[in-house]
């Protein structure tokens, strides 16, 4: 078993909730449960209780088995999702201080992450629905800008850009929403921690760029506490 597929593997195995992981690597790698169901060759019904605890921890056969089916059904379709997963699991070996990386056990939505950290929704309100966050990452905002070089930037999304950027130490937003607007891939969601009022020209790119916007006056340490629950 190779390096990407055993870290899936040990993630389920050593999780308090070994069924949410299993839904959160499936839909990361975008695989449906008739899709998965059809390459074990199980039901439907089964998988669904898998995610959902009902069924008992499974086995490391089961987990073998279902990791090996995502990268198979994947290979049909181009390996599009591994390459990506690897890529970017190279570039967050060497995490640089400024910033801090959290991957969620089960995604979360859009509108939950912004109730568990009592956010304000400054832009992009009607795409919070349809948001599924696998995980937050945490960031400087000073010193990522004048401090990280822009090949640097991917260590920022770990292992998928299916997450949150919540930006400390802000005074308007401006920076980091110009950062991201010239950058080749993007959060999912964007947080300003503690800022009084957000520039125009930041929520003009949340815009554009069909990012949600929030600000939260939260402590961050309790923002943390309360992310690294999920």
């Given at each position: 078993?190779?390096?990407l597929?055993e870290k899936?593997a040990?993630e389920i195995?050593?999780?308090?909730?070994?069924g949410s992981?299993?839904?959160k690597?499936r839909?990361?790698?975008?695989?449906?449960q008739v899709e998965l169901a059809?390459?074990?060759?199980?039901?439907?019904?089964?998988i669904?209780?898998y995610?959902?605890n009902r069924?008992?921890?499974?086995g490391?056969g089961?987990?073998?088995?279902f990791v090996d089916?995502?990268f198979?059904i994947?290979?049909a379709?181009?390996?599009?999702?591994r390459?990506?997963?690897?890529?970017?699991?190279?570039?967050?070996?060497?995490?640089?201080?400024f910033?801090q990386?959290?991957?969620?056990?089960?995604p979360v939505?859009?509108?939950d992450?912004?109730?568990?950290?009592?956010?304000?929704v400054?832009?992009n309100?009607?795409?919070l629905?349809s948001?599924?966050?696998?995980?937050y990452?945490?960031?400087?905002?000073?010193r990522?800008i004048?401090?990280?070089?822009?090949p640097e930037y991917?260590?920022?999304?770990?292992s998928?850009t299916?997450?949150?950027?919540?930006?400390?130490?802000?005074?308007t937003?401006?920076?980091?929403m110009?950062v991201?607007r010239?950058?080749?891939i993007?959060p999912?969601?964007?947080?300003?921690h503690n800022?009084g009022s957000?520039?125009?020209?930041a929520i003009?790119?949340a815009?554009?760029e069909?990012?949600p916007?929030?600000s939260t006056?939260?402590?961050i340490?309790?923002?943390?506490a309360?992310?690294n629950?999920?």
């Amino acid at each position: 078993m190779d390096e990407l597929k055993e870290k899936i593997a040990g993630e389920i195995a050593l999780s308090e909730s070994p069924g949410s992981t299993m839904k959160k690597w499936r839909e990361l790698f975008g695989v449906t449960q008739v899709e998965l169901a059809k390459q074990i060759k199980i039901s439907t019904s089964t998988i669904s209780d898998y995610e959902s605890n009902r069924r008992l921890s499974p086995g490391v056969g089961v987990i073998r088995r279902f990791v090996d089916a995502l990268f198979q059904i994947d290979e049909a379709k181009g390996s599009g999702v591994r390459q990506g997963l690897e890529k970017f699991s190279r570039k967050a070996e060497t995490p640089l201080s400024f910033y801090q990386i959290h991957d969620f056990v089960a995604p979360v939505s859009g509108v939950d992450f912004n109730r568990i950290i009592e956010g304000k929704v400054i832009s992009n309100p009607g795409y919070l629905d349809s948001l599924k966050l696998f995980g937050y990452t945490r960031i400087d905002s000073l010193r990522v800008i004048l401090e990280m070089s822009p090949p640097e930037y991917p260590k920022l999304f770990g292992s998928t850009t299916e997450r949150a950027f919540i930006f400390e130490h802000v005074s308007t937003g401006r920076s980091p929403m110009v950062v991201i607007r010239v950058a080749p891939i993007k959060p999912k969601l964007v947080v300003m921690h503690n800022v009084g009022s957000v520039d125009k020209l930041a929520i003009k790119i949340a815009q554009v760029e069909k990012i949600p916007l929030l600000s939260t006056k939260l402590d961050i340490k309790e923002i943390e506490a309360r992310l690294n629950k999920i």
